[in-house]
């Protein structure tokens, strides 16, 4: 479950230039295969801001903000900026929480995603097998339901968005964990 937001995101020329130099500086995180497999591309970076600086913060806020005007619940952490380079593989289909079992729908997490370029596309797949690409442009947002699966999209030119979690009390998150499909 996931919807778009379009324009919801202003971003101001200068919060756009600083996140545009940030990020190239992140490390590699997995497309097609787990984890630290070496047939990762290595074209899939993301930079975690530092949850000290004030832009992070500046940042936090207005995605705090942005979930809390839509009537979601939860709580913004973890973000990051996620880049990629040209020729960028697909993700392997996964969620990013555990299966939620026995939850009450008010109490679901979400992940938020913000287009800093144009043409930002994200894989949902409804079934596990099948993928459906959704597309979305600078300052769009993202809400999509901590169960969905879902996948980054490969890139055939450079492309920048960012994500966060937005947690819930009911429900963990392992950090830095995935569940495949
Ligand atoms: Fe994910």
Same mark, same amino acid.
């Given at each position: 479950m996931y919807k778009v937001y379009k324009n919801a995101f202003s971003l101001s020329p200068d919060l756009e230039k600083y996140i545009i130099s940030k990020a190239?500086?992140? *490390? /590699?995180?997995?497309?097609?295969?787990?984890?630290?497999? !070496?047939?990762?591309?290595?074209? $899939?970076?993301?930079?975690?801001?530092?949850?000290?600086?004030?832009?992070?913060?500046?940042?936090?806020?207005?995605?705090?903000?942005?979930?809390?005007?839509?009537?979601?619940?939860?709580?913004?952490? *973890? /973000?990051?900026?996620?880049?990629?380079?040209?020729?960028? !593989?697909?993700?392997?289909?996964? $969620?990013?929480y555990d299966l939620l079992r026995n939850i009450n729908k008010s109490e679901y997490p979400h992940g938020i995603i913000v287009g800093v370029s144009n043409n930002c596309r994200f894989i949902v797949s409804p079934d596990g097998l099948s993928r459906k690409y959704v597309h979305f442009d600078k300052g769009d947002v993202v809400i999509f339901r901590g169960d969905t699966?879902?996948?980054?999209?490969?890139?055939?030119?450079?492309?920048?968005?960012?994500?966060?979690?937005?947690?819930?009390?009911?429900?963990?998150?392992?950090?830095?964990?995935?569940?495949?499909?």
């Open positions: 190239g500086q992140g *490390d /590699p995180i997995f497309n097609n295969r787990d984890g630290e497999d !070496k047939d990762n591309d290595n074209k $899939r970076i993301q930079y975690d801001f530092k949850s000290s600086n004030s832009i992070t913060k500046h940042i936090n806020s207005k995605l705090q903000g942005i979930i809390e005007n839509f009537g979601y619940k939860g709580t913004v952490n *973890d /973000p990051v900026i996620l880049k990629s380079y040209p020729y960028c !593989k697909r993700q392997r289909l996964h $969620r990013d699966i879902h996948a980054g999209s490969e890139y055939y030119t450079e492309n920048i968005r960012m994500h966060a979690y937005v947690d819930t009390k009911s429900h963990d998150r392992i950090k830095n964990e995935t569940f495949y499909v």
